[in-house]
């Protein structure tokens, strides 16, 4: 950006809000800056400590059970958003490049560019050419040259991937060019017959360009009930799938809740268990579908600065069928963090 047209916008913004209904104060430089007409600090319904802060800033008030408003003026209404997670967050290798901050799911809302640059594709070979692909698993860049995905996605029917797709959007978006998958790394603990270490890395061709990965949860705690899934799977149970990417809001659901839902499933002889984690939306009847596997279950975490950091938390296991009363099951991530660490810092 140019010096001058910088300073400009930057000087126009600061009039612009020097403007709102806040009550101003002037410093020595004589630069008038709005004050907040009520505390940033307020208490969230669980009775912890949050900020307050409009909604579009708050993502977790999209889908909250309920809120707390904090504040009301004449234009707006101001709700109780949790803290950053990021700053009492552990520091992990694997997190040191990830979080550049951004502003199949059935019956799921389609998403704008780019609002998922991490998300990917996993595409295998088509009979219709040497360069046509069908994608049928989702995955997500948690590395620049690193896809976590599920188990059962890198080995379809003893097929791995060929290629993985970045940035979310439309398939059929020519302009986006297919990444090499050069090796496939399944779980050690994965076993076909089971639902259980349901996760997977894929390397790929060099892509030190692409600079989107999504942060890695490594602590088992999630302190925020509401996530969001995406994919491109079918938009209802044996429906058409979607070539535009979708997403959806969810809730968690207790391990201990959740097995009850699968009291004689042949996959999952121990019910769930703490390496998984369950999830589903009953007001909206939103699920991840077929197709869907391998995709992420993503938490946003906001900043007093409003600057959103996004995890991700599960990978898209399994389910039983679309939007019913049954949850989706997601492999939690926080636990095989140790593994994805092993495999991706290998030969650095």
């Known amino acids: ?21 806040g009550k101003p104060f002037t410093n020595n430089s004589e630069i008038t800056f709005p004050t907040l007409d009520f505390r ?21 008030a999209i889908t909250a059970k309920s809120v707390s408003v904090c504040y009301e003026d004449d234009t707006n209404t ?30 799921g809302l389609r998403t704008e560019y780019m609002e998922f640059p991490y998300m990917a594709a996993l595409g295998w070979e088509s009979f219709f ?7 049928k698993c ?11 995905t599920a188990a059962h996605c890198a080995n379809l029917q003893g097929v791995p991937p060929s290629v993985v797709l970045l940035g979310g959007g439309d398939l059929t978006d020519t302009t986006k060019k297919p990444v090499k998958v050069i090796d496939t790394i399944i779980h050690p603990d994965y076993k076909s017959t ?28 999630l302190d ?3 996530l969001t899934a995406i994919g491109y799977g079918h938009i209802h149970f044996a429906g058409p799938s979607s070539d535009n990417l979708l997403k959806t809001y969810l809730s968690v659901i207790p391990n201990n809740e959740c097995s009850a839902y699968f009291p004689h499933e042949e996959s999952l002889p121990r019910g769930i268990v703490e390496t998984q984690l369950c999830a589903q939306d009953f007001v909206r009847q939103s699920d991840t579908c077929q197709g869907d ?54 030969d650095k």
């Open 78 to 107: 101001y709700v109780c958003c949790k803290r950053d997670l990021w700053d009492d967050f552990p520091k992990r290798r694997l997190t040191a490049g990830c979080g550049f901050p951004v502003q199949s799911i059935s019956n």
């Open 40 to 60: 940033v600090d307020c208490d969230l319904p669980d009775s912890s400590k949050g900020i307050c802060q409009l909604p579009k800033y708050c993502p977790a």
């Open 194 to 221: 089971e639902s259980y270490h349901d996760i997977a890395l894929l390397k790929l061709d060099n892509l030190r360009y692409y600079k989107s990965p999504i942060c890695a949860w490594s602590i088992y705690p």
């Open 129 to 135: 050419g040497d360069d046509v692909f069908d994608y």
């Open 224 to 226: 925020s009930i509401n």
């Open 293 to 346: 596997s391998g995709g992420p279950l993503i938490l946003n975490s906001v900043s007093p600065y409003h600057i959103v950091t996004s995890f991700v938390v599960g990978i898209t296991s399994f389910g039983r069928g679309c939007a019913m009363d049954t949850p989706g099951v997601y492999t939690r991530v926080s636990e095989y963090i140790d593994w994805i660490e092993e495999v991706v810092y290998a």
């Open 1 to 21: 950006m140019n010096i001058k047209v910088g300073i400009f916008v930057v000087l126009s913004l600061l009039l612009r809000y020097a403007n709102s209904s």
């Open 138 to 148: 989702g995955g997500v860049l948690i590395d620049y040259i690193f896809v976590l």
